[in-house]
């Protein structure tokens, strides 16, 4: 089964701060990745698939890069409604699907 | 526009059964797989299985396989999730999601229902 770990596990920023977030599979998935944010309380949403492309209505602040193993989700200038957990989620390999454990951002 | 509405919150013993639903709406309800994702308190997702409606195909992930039981009814756009016999340990929110299938972008979940919280305590 591949793997996916994410880095770190929670990260504290302010509101107009550029973070970064990675994910990394244990073996290499091609593009096949996504991201969701999930707030509390909230299901996940979907904001970013096949590594980079952004899914509609979803903020352009949003970039994701990567491929084989390494991934990354970017947030250009956070804004307060960013504050959330992500989850990567590989998709290389149907039916199977695997999520990070979530990366907490909190406000500083 | 698509919607996925769960049924409610539960509140079981240890060794009740029960069958939480699922109900796609505003797209092609047979066209699409549905998932099931578990999200314990204060922890990540855990995908457990999906299901395609057009004809019941179901595939489980290992972690859920004999664990729980997927099923459709696509004569009125539900999907379903069941347990035969609740332990303390399946207390969870549960989520349904659409799985969108591309050739050239894998597959992800687009769509989420609400969430049902399922509660199993004596």
Redesign the interface.
């Known amino acids: 089964?591949i793997q996916m770990t994410q880095s770190p596990s929670s990260v504290s920023a302010s509101v107009g701060d550029r973070v970064t977030i990675t994910c990394r599979a244990s073996q290499g998935i091609s593009?096949?990745?996504?991201w969701?944010q999930?707030k509390p309380g909230k299901?996940?949403?979907?904001l970013i698939?096949?590594a980079s492309?952004l899914?509609s209505g979803v903020p352009s602040r949003f970039s994701g890069s990567g491929s084989g193993t390494d991934f990354t989700l970017t947030i250009s200038s956070l804004q307060p409604e960013d504050f959330a957990t992500y989850?990567c989620?590989q998709?290389?390999s149907?039916?199977?699907?695997?999520?990070?454990?979530?990366t907490r951002l909190e406000i500083k | 526009e698509v919607q996925l509405v769960q049924s409610g919150a539960e509140v079981k013993k240890p060794g009740e059964s029960l069958k939480i639903s699922c109900k796609g709406s505003g797209y092609s309800f047979t066209s699409y797989?549905i998932?099931w994702?578990r999200q314990m308190p204060g922890k990540?997702?855990?995908?457990m299985g999906?299901i395609y409606p057009g004809d019941s195909d179901t595939?489980y992930?290992?972690s859920f396989q004999g664990q729980v039981t997927i099923s459709a009814d696509k004569s009125i756009s539900t999907a379903y999730l069941q347990w035969s016999s609740l332990k303390a340990s399946d207390t969870a929110m549960y989520?349904c999601?659409r799985l969108?299938?591309?050739a050239?972008?894998?597959?992800?979940?687009?769509y989420?229902?609400?969430?049902t919280l399922v509660t199993v305590s004596s």
């Open positions: 089964d593009s096949w990745l996504a969701y999930q299901a996940p949403k979907l698939y096949a492309s899914q989850y989620q998709a290389n149907f039916p199977h699907i695997t999520f990070g454990q979530g | 797989w998932g994702v990540g997702l855990e995908w999906i595939r992930s290992p989520y999601a969108r299938i591309a050239r972008s894998g597959h992800y979940f687009d989420w229902g609400q969430g």
